[in-house]
């Protein structure tokens, strides 16, 4: 199906086990984005990507890895789980200048780290 | 402070009465300012963004920008039981280009 796509929905896992979310779309845009959302804090920006191979800290980057080999899969690695990571976790697309305008989000991986 | 502030409501407003969404922001130099909807339990998407000083509006919502007083905001006229969301205002720094977020207003539209 067209669109963009996470995986796993649904994650628990433990304090220092790496994780992977994975986020896959297929409009070829060119920008990538993740965010993690927190009650209280509303979405914050881990990590973006304006194309393959590069990729650029946001708000909050400490304790996630990605990497953007191609255009349709943005990976977040969490190389060693913390309590603190527990969250909502959000990746979405865009093809407008900049990539700010008009992103569309998917549905969320919902992390537990024990 | 935060950068960019919500009321976190709940705000609830009669069915068919305009709703008035409110958002501060820090940064003098911010450029774009964009709202988004999000359902209980869904993701985010966006509604409006807008750049300039002044009103744009689309179908039942209208954004405000006062640059002056560093003040955005969303109306929604006619608000139906379906406008029942979290709204979130997100404004885009003028350096780093780096968005920020608002931690959301919950509307509750009562029939």
């Known amino acids: 199906d067209a669109g963009i796509t996470q995986s796993p929905r649904y994650k628990i896992t433990e304090t220092g086990r790496q994780v992977t979310l994975m986020c896959h779309q297929t409009w070829s845009h060119s920008y990538m984005f993740w965010y993690r959302q927190d009650l209280g804090h509303g979405l914050r920006l881990i990590y973006y990507?304006?194309?393959?191979?590069?990729?650029d800290k946001g708000e909050v980057p400490d304790g996630y890895v990605v990497s953007r080999s191609k255009t349709e899969n943005f990976p977040l690695t969490l190389e060693s789980a913390t309590r603190s990571q527990t969250s909502v976790y959000f990746c979405a697309s865009s093809e407008s200048p900049g990539g700010w305008e008009t992103q569309y989000f998917g549905p969320g991986t919902r992390l537990l780290v024990l | 402070q935060k950068e960019v502030e919500q009321n976190s409501g709940p705000l609830s407003v009669p069915e068919g009465a305009i709703a008035s969404l409110n958002c501060t922001y820090s940064?003098?130099?911010?450029?774009?300012f964009f709202w988004y909807r999000q359902y209980s339990g869904k993701s985010p998407e966006l509604i409006m963004f807008?750049?300039?000083?002044g009103d744009k509006e689309d179908g039942r919502f209208t954004a405000q920008l006062n640059k002056a007083s560093q003040y955005v905001s969303l109306l929604i006229r006619d608000s139906q039981p379906s406008d029942s969301a979290t709204y979130l205002c997100?404004?885009?720094?003028?350096?780093?280009?780096?968005?920020?977020f608002g931690s959301g207003t919950r509307l509750s539209i009562r029939p």
């Open positions: 940064d003098r130099g911010s450029q774009s």
């Open positions: 990507s304006a194309a393959a191979d590069i990729t």
């Open positions: 807008i750049y300039s000083n």
């Open positions: 997100a404004v885009l720094r003028s350096s780093a280009s780096k968005i920020i």
